[in-house]
């Protein structure tokens, strides 16, 4: 009997398969076997068992047995290519579907396999061949679209969107696509375009995080504070607690001047991971919009060890910095801090007008006033136009500036002329 189909009458067994009780086919079929039977449903419908169940080792050594016994066998063939494969015993797998395509070069299912196992090797050359060769017999098929777009992603190539675009046609419900559609927008700086493919989703899946929080990431982008806020916020209360969503819902608290809620969230996301510099750079810059300066202070100086050394950003925190000491009263610290940022970034002449505004208004330093408003007018005239519109306070700042080093000159004539 052994290699060879016997008669017995395996409805019951087959029965009892499709009513789901897997694991008294495994039983039975297992027990016969056991016997000495060697029919082939015993060892088919155990290894299908064996899948249903989850046993993907048992599964895989049930079908090498029945290929030992029945090698002609296609289906065991397959089945046993499909366990190898979840199982990732990725270079035997991919010897079973190399067979299978060269056996059938119409087999979707088989290009597809090759083209995963590459690109799980990390085959990238491969994959883009393997899935050109599939999609020209099968150019809806949405498994292979969404590969090519992950691997054209992976090797940063914005052709990816014309793919996923392809794809979210096809199947518009499937949030894989549209997760990555929308990603892709972000990208390139079209973050409108995220919006409605979020939207879409939400309106079927309400309760989504990864939606909300793509979304608000998406509105976060197009400047809309409040709305992104608003969808950050409800991502968490569905219980998100990434440090991503608590950090952008607090970033986009502070640039909407919602200061507590700035707090508050920022202060949870710089406990989930306390090396992100804008964390604590945007956690500073609100507390010091409290009575809490000494940890607005010891977040903004933890920014400036964390970040990368821009000079721009650097004078930013300094300026935040000496802004805080400036509300304190602490005007010669103050002064010390905006010199620091006009040291970091030269480019922006703004730090040399606190200075001066420090020296005239709160020190009374008239001479040392003077000479910090002549600077910033010289800095001024040494900018390029293009950066002198980007701030549309400088012509005002300026008008301000010459009135006030006139008086300035008036009132030290006055005070130095011998009575």
């Known amino acids: 009997m052994k290699g060879q189909e ?83 015993a990725y270079p035997e797998a991919g010897e079973y579907y190399e067979s299978f395509a060269r056996e059938d070069s119409g087999n979707v299912e088989a290009w597809l396999k090759l083209a995963r196992i590459a690109s799980i090797r990390q085959q990238y050359d491969r994959v883009i061949p393997l899935l050109h060769k599939l999609l020209s017999m099968d150019s809806a098929n949405l498994g292979g679209l969404v590969l090519l777009g992950e691997t054209l992603t992976r ?6 969107v014309a793919v996923y675009e392809k794809a979210y046609g096809l199947f518009p419900g499937n949030q894989q696509v549209a997760h990555a559609l929308a990603n892709w927008h972000i990208q390139l700086g079209r973050p409108g375009n995220a919006v409605p493919l979020c939207e879409q989703v939400l309106e079927a899946d309400s309760t989504n995080i990864r939606f909300f ?24 209360a569905l219980g998100d607690s990434t440090a991503f969503s608590f ?45 809490r300066k000494s940890e607005a202070m010891f977040h903004l100086e933890k920014a400036m060890e964390l970040m990368r050394p821009d000079p721009a950003v650097i004078a930013r925190i300094y300026s935040e910095q000496g802004n805080i000491m400036r509300l304190e009263m602490e005007y010669e610290k103050a002064y010390a801090l905006y010199r620091k940022a006009w040291q970091a970034d030269t480019t922006d002449p703004m730090a040399i007008y606190y200075m001066a505004s420090i020296q005239d ?14 600077l910033f007018l010289r800095e001024l005239d040494r ?37």
């Open 213 to 236: 929080k793509l979304l608000g990431f998406a509105t976060y982008k197009m400047g809309d504070y409040s709305g992104s806020a608003d969808h950050f916020r409800k991502a968490i």
């Open 155 to 160: 090797m940063n190539d914005t052709t990816a």
């Open 6 to 88: 016997s008669r017995a009458d395996f409805a019951w067994l087959t029965d009892i398969y499709h009513a789901g009780n897997f694991a008294e086919v495994v039983r039975e079929s297992s027990k016969a076997i056991a016997s000495g039977d060697s029919s082939f449903q015993y060892y088919y419908l155990r290894a299908l068992s064996e899948i249903q169940l989850g046993r993907t080792d048992s599964a895989i050594r049930t079908l090498r047995v029945t290929r030992r016994l029945y090698p002609e066998n296609g289906t065991v063939k397959r089945l046993l290519a499909g366990q190898l494969f979840e199982a990732g």
């Open 361 to 374: 208004n709160s020190l009374h330093r008239s001479r040392e006033a003077m000479a910090d408003y002549s």
């Open 247 to 291: 950090k952008y819902a607090g970033i986009a608290q502070y640039l909407n001047v919602s200061f507590p809620g700035a707090i508050h969230y920022l202060t949870v996301a710089s406990g989930l991971d306390s090396t992100d510099a804008e964390v604590h750079f945007f956690l500073g810059a609100s507390l010091g919009s409290t009575t």
């Open 383 to 419: 900018m390029p136009a293009d950066a002198l519109k980007k701030n549309r306070q400088i012509p005002s700042i300026r008008e301000i500036v010459e009135d006030r080093i006139e008086l300035l000159r008036e009132e030290l004539f006055f005070r130095d002329s011998p009575e």
